[in-house]
């Protein structure tokens, strides 16, 4: 059966060998860590995220880049605070992407994933060309490490995600396919986005979801497998377009609860990709 992972969050109080541990005496075999604070950069979360690896022997597939400043996850002021796209927070956003690339090299990690923000539908747009730009720049600069750039999907259209990829002209930008974002806002199905994008996918986060329901805010995450995904579809998708990686269950949930969340989840995937 295919690999499948989960998302561990870092955060200054991780336990990062007993969330692996966890993680490892579930089933589980890889995760993608999320950092969304630059200064846990450190060695001392690098040597514990090692420690963690070696104990338990799940491989750490992707590290997600988080940004200081604001970021605010709905359609009204999301545009104007997520990514790389506001100006306003554009070149202190670069400088802290190049620190999570040392920060992978730290942790032997290949693929750092980030959200470039709500990319323009419109390519004559004023954030288009210099978001281009940066990203030509990470590209650049990761590549000099032996790593990739996965963009985070489905705050933009899955055409227009498409257009800057193939603009970049870059052998090491991929995306980290989101299962549910595209619903939650309002930018298409995820089916038709692996259509679309398909040879650039090189992660998979697995969430479940609904269409914003005011136009205004997201719409809501649900339970893997109670939402609006068709994940048959959507898998046996991915599956046919060559990708061969980890599903990795991503559900911002904690504590006991998360952990009976990830299991039936696991579950769940389980029986959707036996009978791909």
Do not use: H
């Amino acid at each position: 059966m295919e690999q499948v992972g989960i998302v561990i969050n870092c955060r200054s109080d991780t336990d990062f060998l007993e969330e692996f541990s966890i993680a490892a005496d579930m089933g589980l075999t890889s995760c993608q860590i999320s950092v969304w604070d630059p200064s846990l950069y450190t060695n001392e979360t690098a040597l514990a995220i090692r420690g963690a690896v070696r104990e338990t022997g799940l491989r750490v597939s992707v590290l997600r880049a988080g940004y200081t400043g604001p970021c605010e996850w709905n359609l009204t002021a999301g545009p104007d605070t997520v990514g790389l796209v506001p100006e306003a927070y554009r070149a202190r956003r670069i400088e802290q992407l190049l620190s999570a690339s040392v920060f992978c090299d730290k942790i032997g990690v290949a693929d750092l994933a980030a959200y470039a923000g709500f990319l323009p539908e419109n390519p004559t747009a004023p954030a288009d060309g210099p978001v281009s730009a940066c990203l030509r720049y990470l590209c650049g600069a990761l590549r000099s490490r032996g790593q990739n750039l996965l963009l985070e999907t489905g705050l933009e259209t899955p055409v227009a995600l498409l257009r800057v990829l193939r603009g970049l002209e870059a052998d090491n930008v991929f995306v980290n396919f989101d299962t549910a974002a595209y619903l939650q806002y309002g930018k298409g199905n995820p089916a038709d986005a692996v259509r679309i994008l398909g040879d650039y996918v090189r992660g998979v986060r697995i969430r479940d979801g609904f269409y914003s329901r005011d136009g205004l805010t997201a719409g809501a995450q649900t339970r893997i497998g109670e939402g609006m995904v068709d994940f048959p579809l959507v898998l046996g998708l991915l599956k046919d377009s060559g990708y061969t990686g980890p599903y990795t269950i991503d559900r911002d949930v904690s504590g006991e609860r998360g952990r009976r969340e990830a299991a039936e989840a696991l579950r769940f995937l389980s029986e959707v990709l036996e009978d791909l």
